[in-house]
């Protein structure tokens, strides 16, 4: 089950060893990443990622720029090739450091690019205007001339007409800017509007970002799943962890860091909320896995979830987290996790 325990430590680690090193030291490890070859349909999109999506919603505010090129590095190093931010994330600061590292690298076209767009506060919302401001200061910032999966965040804007957001997003695929469309704080109406629209002949909307886990169950158990699945709309959930809660690194108040990521830990911190985690533990034992891990096997265990959105702080958590698309869980084990999170 441990499909990436091989090959771990920093760049640095895995170069070639001097002679002084003890001949049982772990071999370096060269060529393609372990996960090169895991690739999943991200539903009708064309493109195919892999099953876990890093997410940059922590650079540029509590991930400096020299370790989100570090975790950049080590997920890629992986073979993961899905990286998600907003324009939204740090005012704009996370698409500078991604579009950085994607020039550093020379890994613009080995990764599938999704940004979400609509809640920056120079361009807020859908309208027409706003909406190709907002793609041409993300294309600006990531230093790209083309976002693969844009996803329309609604959560500023739910008034604007959708018939014209989707007229202008056509005009941002026919110049190339926008290769296919996903949609973030849609309700189930909407998105059937969207749908109603799209066989005249608008844009479709082929994927969306709903938070979902294992103890953030709501809204999406419900019609919004139920539209999911009836337009075969690829998930992409994000707050996979909860803001960290089910990593299993965060048990008691006294552990919670301080601030709005605190409270926001400290929420979990009950009696369902331990129930989770001792029902992640013991799964987590059986499969001799991270406990992180398990939480994003159950959620790629859901109908309709592609590609579960994760941000992290360190490098070394990558580790934990890629570990997730290699672990199967048993149909036991996924009703013992679903029902300790009910």
Partial sequence: MRLFSVGAGTPGERAPQEHEDHPSAPIPIVGPGVGESIRAALGETGYETFPLMLGAAEFGWNVDLETSHGILDRYVEFGGNAIHTADGFSGGRSEHILGQWLRSRDQRERVVLSVRIGAHADNPGLGSVNLVRAVEGSLTRLGVDRIDVLYLDATLDATTN??????????????????????????????????????????????????????????????????????????????????????????????????????????????????????????????????????????????????????????????????????TLSRVQVADLTRAGA
């Fill in 162 to 327: 959708l018939e014209d957001t989707l007229a202008t997003v056509e005009w941002l695929v026919e110049a190339g800017k926008i290769g296919a469309l996903g949609a973030y704080g849609f309700s189930p109406e909407r998105l059937v509007e969207a749908r109603i629209l799209a066989s005249a002949g608008y844009p479709r909307i082929t994927v969306i970002d709903t938070p979902y886990n294992l103890v953030r169950r709501q809204p999406f158990e419900g019609d919004l799943r139920l539209v999911a699945g009836a337009q075969n709309l690829a998930v992409t959930p994000s707050h996979a962890l909860e803001h960290g809660f089910l990593s299993g690194r965060h048990r008691t108040k006294a552990l919670a860091s301080r601030g709005v990521r605190g409270e926001q830990l400290r929420g979990h911190l009950n009696r369902r909320g331990t129930k989770v985690l001792r029902a992640l533990d013991q799964v987590a034992a059986e499969l001799a896995v991270p406990v992180a891990a398990v939480s994003i096997a159950w959620l790629l265990a859901q109908r309709t979830v592609a590609a579960p959105i994760v941000n992290t702080f360190a490098t070394d958590h990558v580790d934990e987290l890629m570990q997730g698309a290699g672990v």
